[in-house]
């Protein structure tokens, strides 16, 4: 035997004391006898073997804690838990090379674990991760798979977004339509928040949910694994589902019909369970008494999100129930109905969880809020008043978000919420210790309206779930970015063992910034690693590991095309970024404007097809003017604007484009005064236009460019009354 290092083979034994830890055992012993062919050599009681992994409970470890101690001779791990023993586990086998988790024999490797004492235990007691199976169902087998990799990330609640306006996920004997018809909806699938609505009758193929069974299955293969599942039934709103089987459950004022939605659904998404209607609240309990007898879970999380107000504005019984039980207004109204749900949870022994709308009123008596609204900080509110609540911040938790450069990434909603961003967030940021004594934990959550099957989720999930976990488990004081890449490196190892479909790339791939600077443009390039080197070429050429590293922003002559990749040692590790700088007498030119990011009108490059890559100015309701600065007099006769179009997201032309030019810069003469009719902006899908104007020869140094916005979004728009908003990326002169 090596000193210092403790050898598995044939004859290691495994000590445990009880059927508990066997059973918790017997997963891992699985990994052995597949990839090492080391089968169970169990044994019971005798404390002194040799060549043995020992089990001992030790009550004087925290909850959830466990001691590891890794001799040559013997390996011990205590804990005074379940969740103890299998955290010890998992850091017991990732010390062992990583093909310990591969599905086949490997023969060729060498056993062994260094001799360690490591002794660890959670930060926060409530480390959970919210899938939404409402969005897109997820079969019971994928939901399974997660948890095993929710295990294998120290996660302990798994939050099931069982309900939302595209689908009832749970199967209710009592109520067998909200499955039967609220599951299924019609069939679309492209960009999600362009869908439109079905229409009354058509066919609806797309959807699934749970048996009751499946359910049980679920819950019961999660607690093997330490992962108490909590149910989330939405209400008042995001449940179109259910009115869809159920339209008497929503306000008499809404005309129907109430399909289960593909997408987001425009004013339809406004419809909600009528609080003034005592059928709701008999229909919620019977709901909740099966929940509470499938879901062993000390919390029901009832939603409370988004619950736009319009319906009960104009409905007789809501505004009845508002003056019968003196409530302010519609909001307290809310407050009124979770609270009322609320008293029922508790009457069954179960804690309310909801999202931090709850603190918009009386929030429900023992209550735990999630803060999801942007920071999370909502939350706070509910803190201040005694409520122990998680931070669950959309950024950077929410993984629907793009987690590297746009133009790599598949299309999604929002901007970035990279690897490192999950990794550098820290929830008692700007917190007081009042409130941070009532913080239990952190949650990520993976919202599915862009997820088409179960390995697109993985990518989304993964690795940003690992720094997430890091996030969850340590101590802001051991937590540094680069000391977290060797350990993300060497479980990246283990996912491409167990097949986890993660983002590999992402993490690797360069963010650009092309900036106008005195008639030439600059190149900044990074990569949120800074253990890669970033090399790039001018000349077309792919990059490799021979080219030009980057070390600082660097300048670009007309005609060279920048194309860069990262690099570890030899090889590249991302994809190759190519900027297809595309010169015109406007490029590099100076832009004054009160936009701050205007210089990507004038930067060569156009944009992706997404509105948050960097590249385009974004006027939500607004136009906005710009003034081009060609440098000196340049004669001209095009002027040609680049714009995105998204109509799932309003993007669209502006309703008006004016172009006036100057030879000094004070005295204007308009050159294009065009309007645009709705007919001409508001076009459907995702593309580029292209708006060109022919002119007589200009000669002049300064081009006003005015936008006027775009507008509301007129009737039958799947946004419509939204304001639309307007994504401007280059202007050509020539
Ligand atoms: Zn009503």
Known sequence: MHPGVFRFDGNTRWVTENMTQEKLLADYLEYFRVSANIGYRPESGRENMKNAVVFRTNNGLPDEGYLLDVKNNVVRLEASSPSGFQYGMNTLMQLLPPEIYSSKWEKDIEWEVPAV???????????????????????????????????LHKINYLHLHLVDDNGWRLEIKE??????????????????????NPVDGEPTPVGG???QKDIRDIVAYAANKQIEVIPEIEMPAHT?????????????????????????????????????????????????????????????HIGGDEAWKDNWEKCPLCQNRIKE??????????????????????????????????????????????????DGRHALKAADQGFPFIMSPAIPFYFIRYQGPQWFEPFTYFGNNTLRDVYNYEPSDDMNSGQFNLLKGVQACLWSEFIDDPEEAEYMIFPRLAAFSEVAWSNPENRYWDQFLPRLDHLTEIYDHLGVNYASKSMFNLF??????????????????????????????????SSTIYDAPFEVEDGEIVRAASFVGAERKGEILTLNLRYNKATGASVMSEEHNAGVLTNGLLGSEKLTDGEYVDLYNRGGEFVIDLGKK???????????????????????????????????????????????????GIK???????????????????????????????????????????VRVE
Request: glycine share 8%; net charge negative.
């Open 117 to 151: 004492t490591i002794k660890d235990y959670p930060r926060f007691s409530y480390r959970g991760f919210m899938l939404d199976v409402a969005r897109k169902f997820m079969p019971k087998e994928h939901v399974l798979k997660i948890i095993d990799y929710l295990s």
């Open 175 to 196: 109520y067998p339509e909200l499955t039967d018809v609220g599951a299924w909806r019609a069939d679309r699938y492209n960009y999600f928040s362009a869908r439109q």
């Open 209 to 211: 949910y749970y048996s």
């Open 240 to 300: 179109v589902s259910s009115l869809s089987a159920f339209p008497h459950l929503t306000c008499p004022v809404v005309e129907g019909p109430i399909n289960v939605l593909p997408g987001i659904g425009g004013d339809l998404s406004s419809v909600i369970y009528c609080a003034g209607n005592d059928s709701v609240f008999s229909f919620l309990e019977d709901v909740i008494d099966e929940v509470t007898q499938l879901f062993p879970s000390e919390y029901i």
């Open 325 to 374: 039980e003196g409530l302010e207004d519609e909001e307290a109204l809310q407050a009124w109905f979770v609270n009322r749900i609320g008293d029922y949870i508790r009457s069954k022994g179960k804690k309310v969880m909801g999202w931090d709308e709850l603190t918009n009123g009386k929030i429900p008596e023992g209550a735990t809020i999630l803060g999801w609204r942007g």
């Open 512 to 545: 650009h910034s092309v900036r106008p600077l005195d008639g030439n443009l600059e190149i900044d390039l990074s990569c949120i690693r800074p253990d890669v080197d970033v090399r790039y070429t001018t000349d077309r050429d792919e990059p490799d590991a």
């Open 634 to 684: 340049k004669s001209f006769s095009k002027v040609t604007f680049s714009f995105l179009n998204n109509y799932g997201r309003a993007v669209h032309l502006p309703s008006e484009i004016q172009v006036s030019v100057s030879e000094n810069g004070r005295k204007y003469r308009l050159v294009v005064d065009r309007k645009l009719s709705e007919h001409e902006r508001l076009s459907e």
């Open 688 to 730: 580029h236009e292209m708006v060109g104007f022919n002119l007589d020869q200009v000669n002049a140094q300064y081009v006003k460019i005015l936008l006027k916005a775009t507008g509301i979004m007129p009737e039958g728009h799947v946004l419509e009354n939204d304001p639309g908003r307007i994504g401007f990326d280059e």
